[in-house]
């Protein structure tokens, strides 16, 4: 590894740092609640436990996250990894209707819905900020060519959605139904935040979205964070109609010329580097 790699690796990004005490806090928040609503405790004491556990596992993330530098990118390392950041917001989501009816308003607020939902939207951004590290560990070499990309989505209609979600998070609130409230607010959180470190939205926040070849890979560069496709997972890059394509199995890198103008261009840059990368493979011993 190179030492700008090893010094990736050794000092996480404080946003990964950040993010990861908010998940464990949310995370642990939702448990010590949860223990505490079996006990039938007063709504004053169960919301004085997920502070608390807030607190404690949002400091002990942040800790673990200096202390462990390598965490970010054995997280980001593999998509199954990230995946598994999600699971911890599961339960709670397919209880909230059980919780709704046995505990208090409150408890089905902030721990079976407020802190599931929380943890699903803390999950993605904490996958996409780890995929990010890696990726900077492992693309430590400048890139041998760099396009302008355009990522797809955003524009009136994702803008519509985000609106909508926050209406009736809003319509819900002013009609005491904080639950629901708590719900769609979290789920035009999501999508705002998922909008926005994908690059779904042209802002002057953020780094501009480029294609670039690296020695090892192709990088996709969005305005927060970044992908990676080694080129040992390309099978084969082809040009379909207006669409660029890397066959990778079942996760296909697709490229269209709305988003990426000089498809061409691409496809002979990434056919010259997989053509280079064989031939180093085949000549090493």
Same mark, same amino acid.
């Given at each position: 590894m190179s030492?700008?790699?090893?010094q990736s690796a050794s000092s996480p990004s404080s946003w990964f740092r950040t993010a990861f005490g908010l998940y464990l806090g949310v995370l642990v928040a939702g448990i010590t609640a949860s223990v505490a609503a079996t006990q039938q405790v007063s709504d004053a004491v169960l919301a004085a436990a997920f502070v608390g556990g807030l607190a404690t596992g949002g400091?002990?993330?942040? #800790?673990? *996250?200096?202390?462990?530098?390598?965490?970010?990118?054995?997280? !980001? @390392?593999?998509?199954?990894r990230r995946a598994l950041l999600y699971l911890p917001g599961i339960p709670g989501l397919l209880g909230a209707a059980a919780a709704t009816v046995s505990w208090s308003p409150i408890a089905s607020t902030l721990v079976a819905t407020g802190s599931s939902l929380a943890l699903l939207v803390l999950g993605f951004v904490l996958g996409g900020l780890a995929q990010t590290e890696y990726v900077e560990g492992v693309t430590?070499?400048?890139?041998?060519?760099?396009?302008?990309?355009?990522?797809p989505g955003g524009g009136k209609v994702d803008t519509f959605v985000a609106l909508?979600?926050?209406?009736t998070a809003f319509a819900n609130a002013a009609?005491?139904?904080?639950?629901?409230?708590?719900?769609?607010? #979290?789920? *035009?959180?999501?999508?705002?935040?998922?909008?926005?470190?994908? !690059? @779904?939205?042209?802002?002057?926040?953020?780094?501009?979205?480029e294609i670039r070849v690296h020695e090892a890979g192709l990088v996709k560069r969005r305005p927060f964070t970044k992908a990676f496709v080694p080129w040992d997972e390309v099978a084969h890059v082809r040009l379909h109609e207006d669409e660029l394509v890397l066959d990778r199995g079942l996760f296909d890198v697709r490229l269209e010329r709305s988003e990426l103008a000089e498809?061409?261009?691409?496809?002979?840059?990434?056919?010259?580097?997989?053509?280079?990368?064989?031939?180093?493979?085949?000549?090493?011993?």
């Open positions: 030492d700008a790699s090893e400091i002990l993330g942040v #800790l673990a *996250a200096r202390l462990d530098g390598d965490l970010a990118i054995r997280l !980001g @390392r593999s998509r199954r430590a070499d400048e890139p041998t060519a760099t396009w302008e990309w355009t990522p909508a979600w926050l209406f009609g005491g139904n904080w639950s629901a409230a708590v719900v769609w607010l #979290l789920i *035009a959180v999501g999508w705002i935040v998922g909008g926005a470190i994908e !690059g @779904r939205w042209q802002t002057s926040w953020g780094a501009d979205p498809l061409e261009a691409v496809r002979e840059t990434i056919e010259r580097t997989l053509e280079t990368a064989g031939a180093d493979a085949r000549s090493v011993p």
